[in-house]
């Protein structure tokens, strides 16, 4: 889901206030009640799966909201009570819009003129207004300060682990310290608390504002526009849920920038998301820094320390073993050809090499666990990857190499017929 970031947030949310719908929607009007009563005026199935029915039911007031505009739809329960007394409790899986309709998708059916409690998940919808709100002062902030237009947002769904939200740019780059003057600005708007008020204007005073350029857009629809308004920031034509004041967005941190197709892909987090994402990156940090023995500030000179000396030894590993298999191949014996054991596929190949620098022919073979490695190497003029290939295939494997060197892996068990094949082959 990702979603037109402004002008027409909430499409099909109608906007407020303007009559398309039955329901009257608390999330527009009430943002705060999160506990309502309500009846139920109508009930559809939805879908049948595996035995368990889905339903969508309409309430004559609601304060679910449904997806719209980039911001995910509200879980919670409906609560009924049956004359007899007794209490239902039902799961609020999913809220959707149709037909100028809110939805509360349930798996138990409920009749019309049922008296039900509404209770929306608290702490979902208000991260949910954090990230939004917090995602309206970032774009108002990248569009000010540096003319930078956000295209689209999509606000990350899960309030449990550290997740993202994402705005995309229409810009073909942001650098670093733009990255962190924005958030010290947008930061710096949140710590002063602005008020943040919603309410709507007639058709004609929305187009005279977007005239002036006080709004960017506005959605197509006629009637009555619902405007957010963050005191000396922005106007916006939304139809998602926010926050009374930009304080309690409680922060935001930028956490990627990445170049997609079209511009630039913000990711960012607000509020808690923000604490948890900051907690998990010092924890990474310093889990780090004891790995290392060091302080999180000598960190990165320290890793480029290790990764300097672990290049180093490399290096000098790799000469030994050059070193080892020159001194190795000059001990191996008389005759043209030449049958080893070696310890790593690494070293068969480096010594390979070396036999066949001393115009010889090598057939170095090696057992790593299960499989058996076969290396063929010579200095002679014989073509390798063709006799490898040809033996390979007696065995049923599959296989070649260049003409200086090959190698095949086979079965443990087949390790000696492979070298048998090789050696009847190149004439030892
Ligand atoms: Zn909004």
């Known amino acids: 889901m990702r979603g037109e970031p402004e002008g027409d947030g909430g499409a099909g949310g109608g906007g407020g206030g303007q009559g398309l719908s039955v329901a009257e929607r608390l999330y527009y009007d009430a943002q705060e009640m999160l506990e309502f009563s309500a009846e139920v005026t109508d009930i559809r199935l939805e879908s049948r799966a595996n035995g368990v029915n889905r339903w969508q039911?309409?309430?004559?007031?609601?304060?679910?909201?449904p997806e719209s505009g980039g911001q995910p739809w509200d879980v919670g329960t409906l609560e009924a009570v049956a004359r007899s007394g007794a209490r239902l409790e039902v799961p609020v899986l999913a809220v959707v819009e149709a037909g100028g309709e809110v939805w509360h998708v349930v798996e138990k059916p409920m009749t019309a003129g049922t008296m039900v409690t509404g209770r929306v998940d608290e702490a979902r919808r208000r991260d949910h207004m954090q990230q939004h709100t917090g995602q309206h002062l970032l774009s108002a902030v990248l569009l000010r300060e540096m003319g930078v237009e956000t295209v689209s947002f999509h606000l990350g769904a899960s309030h449990m682990g550290v997740e993202s939200s994402t705005i995309d740019l229409s810009v073909g780059s942001l650098g670093r310290e733009d990255v962190v003057r924005m958030e010290m600005v947008v930061n710096g708007l949140i710590g002063e608390d602005r008020r943040v008020s919603v309410g709507t204007v007639e058709r004609g005073?929305?187009?005279?504002?977007?005239?002036?350029?006080?709004?960017r857009k506005l959605p197509e629809r006629v009637g009555a526009i619902r405007v957010v308004e963050i005191d000396g920031v922005e106007w916006n034509a939304c139809g998602g849920t926010h926050v009374g004041s930009t304080g309690r967005i409680g922060g935001l941190v930028i956490r990627r920038v990445e170049k997609v197709k079209q511009g630039v892909r913000v990711e960012f987090c607000c509020g808690l998301r923000a604490v948890r994402a900051a907690r998990r990156d010092y924890e990474t940090v310093g889990e780090l820094g004891r790995v290392l023995s060091t302080g999180v500030g000598e960190l990165v000179?320290?890793?480029?320390?290790?990764?300097?000396?672990?290049?180093?030894?490399?290096k000098v590993r790799r000469g030994l073993l050059e070193e080892m298999a020159g001194f190795e191949a000059r001990t191996l014996g008389d005759g043209r050809v030449v049958v080893v054991a070696a310890r790593s596929v690494e070293y068969a190949k480096v010594l390979g090499g070396k036999i066949a620098g001393l115009g010889r022919v090598g057939i170095v073979r090696v057992v790593e666990g299960e499989r058996g490695t076969v290396v063929l190497a010579a200095g002679d003029g014989t073509d390798c990857g063709a006799v490898m290939k040809v033996a390979l295939e007696v065995l049923g494997a599959r296989g070649g190499g260049s003409a200086g060197l090959a190698q095949g892996g086979v079965a443990v068990e087949d390790v000696e017929r492979l070298v048998g094949e090789l050696r009847g082959r190149v004439g030892g």
């Open 301 to 314: 000179g320290k890793v480029g320390g290790v990764l300097e000396d672990a290049r180093a030894a490399e």
């Open 57 to 65: 039911v309409a309430l004559d007031r609601t304060a679910f909201y």
């Open 205 to 215: 005073e929305a187009e005279a504002m977007l005239a002036r350029g006080d709004l």
